[in-house]
């Protein structure tokens, strides 16, 4: 089951800093959501906010509701740890655990929750490379470290990793920054598919991806130096690219600042 995440009156603190103010958006269940906008916005914080990765730093804060349907994130009596399986996240640079086997950092985040069911653990294993477009490539070396892999089969074993969990949104910061062209298309059509199973988000620099992958598309920007990021506008990703409603928009999509 996937889950629909709405953001409603949302502020986001860093102890005294007011690093993202007043943002109402709803990514709907099954579709790709684009954050974009320029450096220090906030699009990362707010990524980071969905699933409760952001109070790890000491100091900050979050202010507003953050929903999965009618369930509040934040709510009182409600576990990070709980959100954070439910919420999967995939950093900016591959992070696979490189000393450990491609088979133990697919099911790393069950191991900690207790599984030890071997065929199973065997299953998911195979399940979730096949998930992340990576078994072909894998399967005859499960054992094999996973540092050994290239920079692309490293994004994708932490998309395995990810959904091995089984969790109901995935989040997605920067997947393809730091990937080669042949290696960000792999990425790019796996989120195609991954929609038809999760929630994605997706927080990206690069406006010809936001376009190519995603249904929906959120702009943000910054009101000037020291002020919060906002959200400026959100739409279907074809309407923000070709007609949006707002000039700051149609500026940093042509790239006249950015």
């Given amino acids: 089951m996937t889950r629909r995440v709405d953001l409603q009156n949302v502020d986001i603190h860093y102890g005294d800093f007011h690093a993202v103010a007043d943002v109402d958006l709803t990514m709907p269940a099954n579709s790709v959501t684009a954050l974009i906008g320029p450096s220090g916005c906030g699009k990362s914080t707010v990524l980071r906010s969905i699933n409760r990765m952001h109070e790890v730093i000491p100091g900050a804060r979050v202010e507003g509701s953050i929903r999965l349907d009618d369930e509040d994130i934040y709510g009182a009596g409600v576990d990070p740890v709980a959100v954070r399986r439910t919420i999967g996240m995939v950093f900016q640079r591959p992070n696979p655990f490189p000393t450990m086997s491609i088979r133990e950092n697919v099911v790393a985040g069950l191991r900690l929750q207790g599984m030890r069911d071997k065929s199973a653990l065997a299953e998911i294993t195979e399940q979730a490379l096949r998930g992340a477009n990576l078994w072909g490539e894998v399967k005859d070396r499960l054992g094999a470290p996973g540092g050994g892999l290239s920079g692309g089969q490293q994004q994708r074993l932490c998309i395995a990793r990810a959904i091995a ?94």
Avoid at 234 to 239: A, F, K, L, Q
């Fill in 165 to 258: 969990v089984s969790p109901q949104v995935l989040l997605m910061d920067e997947p393809c920054s730091s990937l080669d062209p042949i290696s960000t298309l792999a990425i790019e059509e796996l989120i195609d598919e991954l929609k038809e199973e999760y929630t994605v988000v997706i927080v990206t620099h690069n406006m010809q991806q936001a376009a190519r992958v995603s249904d929906r598309t959120a702009f943000f920007n910054l009101a000037g130096v020291g002020l919060p990021g906002r959200l400026v506008e959100v739409d279907d990703t074809e309407t923000i690219f070709s007609n949006p409603a707002q000039q700051a928009t149609e500026d940093y999509i042509s790239g006249r600042f950015g």
